[in-house]
T-cell receptor
Framework: KQEVTQIPAALSVPEGENLVLNCSFT??????LQWFRQDPGKGLTSLLL?????REQTSGRLNASLDKSSGRSTLYIAASQPGDSATYLC????????????FGSGTRLQVQP | DARVTQTPRHKVTEMGQEVTMRCQPI?????VFWYRQTMMQGLELLAY????????DSGMPKDRFSAEMPDATLATLKIQPSEPRDSAVYFC???????????FGEGSRLTVL
């Protein structure tokens, strides 16, 4: 059974810092991995989708990498802003046959102005 | 703009009552998921459908929960009878195909007294 872990559970940084959020998964036979953002009381907003054949994806100040062999993904946020404050979740699709996403418990990020 | 629509957004009910939650997936998406989110368990998969056929409902308590897709534009999740432990936020999400990017609705917050 796939398990997804996110460390740290919470993170507080001053505005302007570059930061890295970590995600690890136990079964490397995944189809893809998706990063989401969740604001309090809201649904999940998709940030980046990385296919199993890709090493990274970029969108604006966000860059996600994927290393299947080590079972890890990272989300890099450049020049953080207070508006980046939210919970960030990663989710792995697979292993083979199971096409639903398995979610980590999230990293709660607070960016101090 | 395209979005997953869920109703109701909030529901307070008494133990033993029937609860029905509805979801309209993004037009053209043929795969629909139901997830439940609690502080203790995080996001848990309840059930999912492709082309209206149920593919996996192993995460759902079968004795009281049921999920259906009467047509391609409507998914329903029913709890009968409801119990206090069912209190959670229920999310619907949709995607195109087996491994497409997953999009979430805003969720239905259920409180069972």
């Amino acid at each position: 059974k796939q398990e997804v872990t996110q460390i740290p559970a919470a993170l507080s940084v001053p505005e302007g810092e570059n930061l890295v959020l970590n995600c690890s998964f136990t079964d490397s036979a995944i189809y893809n991995l998706q990063w989401f953002r969740q604001d309090p009381g809201k649904g999940l907003t998709s940030l980046l989708l990385i296919q199993s054949s890709q090493r990274e994806q970029t969108s604006g100040r966000l860059n996600a990498s994927l290393d299947k062999s080590s079972g890890r993904s990272t989300l890099y946020i450049a020049a953080s802003q207070p508006g980046d404050s939210a919970t960030y979740l990663c989710a792995a699709r697979g292993p083979t046959g199971r096409r639903a996403l398995t979610f980590g418990s999230g990293t709660r990020l607070q960016v101090q102005p | 703009d395209a979005r997953v629509t869920q109703t109701p957004r909030h529901k307070v009910t008494e133990m033993g009552q029937e609860v029905t939650m509805r979801c309209q997936p993004i037009l053209g998406h043929n795969t629909v998921f139901w997830y439940r989110q609690t502080m203790m368990q995080g996001l848990e998969l309840l059930a999912y459908f492709r082309n209206r056929a149920p593919l996996d409902d192993s995460g759902m308590p079968k004795d009281r929960f049921s999920a259906e897709m009467p047509d391609a534009t409507l998914a329903t999740l029913k709890i009968q009878p409801s119990e206090p432990r069912d209190s959670a936020v229920y999310f619907c999400a949709s995607q195109q195909g087996q491994d497409g990017e997953l999009f979430f609705g805003e969720g239905s917050r259920l409180t069972v007294l």
